[in-house]
């Protein structure tokens, strides 16, 4: 990190650097190749956009799963999900009465 890092909020992430990086963001930036950051960041602006625009609450959730490699007993295998729940203004209802001669429902009452 930088010294600004603490005024600015930037944190610098060197992908070059022979020397890995132990942190969560650097891990972030790596898995698949850029792409789950790049999905995070659509996944983020999309559901704060639904939110500013209904008032409701959303979710965006990351979930990881680790498995051992068949091939490399040393490699972790690291699979990610990304779940988007975005908020959604409840769909008015609409009466119906039920029409025991045709079995349906119906917007009228049945004689």
Same mark, same amino acid.
């Given at each position: 990190?930088? #010294?600004?890092?603490?005024? !600015?909020?930037?944190?610098?992430? *060197?992908?070059?650097?022979?020397?890995? *990086?132990?942190?969560? %963001?650097?891990?972030?930036? @790596?898995?698949?190749?850029?792409?789950?950051?790049?999905?995070?960041?659509? %996944?983020?602006? @999309?559901?704060? +956009?639904?939110?500013? #625009?209904?008032? $409701?609450?959303?979710?965006? !959730?990351?979930?990881?799963?680790? @498995?051992?490699?068949? #091939?490399?007993?040393?490699?972790? +295998?690291? =699979? *990610? $999900?990304?779940? $988007?729940?975005?908020? @959604?203004?409840?769909?008015? %209802?609409? %009466? =119906?009465? =039920?029409?025991?001669? !045709?079995?349906?429902?119906?917007? !009228?009452?049945?004689?």
């Amino acid at each position: 990190m930088d #010294d600004n890092s603490a005024t !600015t909020g930037l944190v610098v992430i *060197d992908l070059t650097s022979p020397v890995p *990086d132990p942190s969560f %963001a650097a891990w972030l930036l @790596r898995q698949r190749n850029g792409q789950l950051h790049q999905e995070l960041t659509e %996944a983020l602006s @999309r559901l704060s +956009l639904a939110v500013a #625009d209904t008032s $409701l609450n959303g979710e965006l !959730t990351l979930q990881g799963k680790l @498995r051992l490699s068949e #091939d490399n007993a040393e490699q972790l +295998l690291v =699979f *990610d $999900l990304v779940t $988007l729940k975005e908020p @959604r203004r409840p769909t008015p %209802a609409h %009466a =119906f009465w =039920f029409d025991e001669d !045709t079995l349906s429902l119906s917007s !009228t009452l049945p004689l």
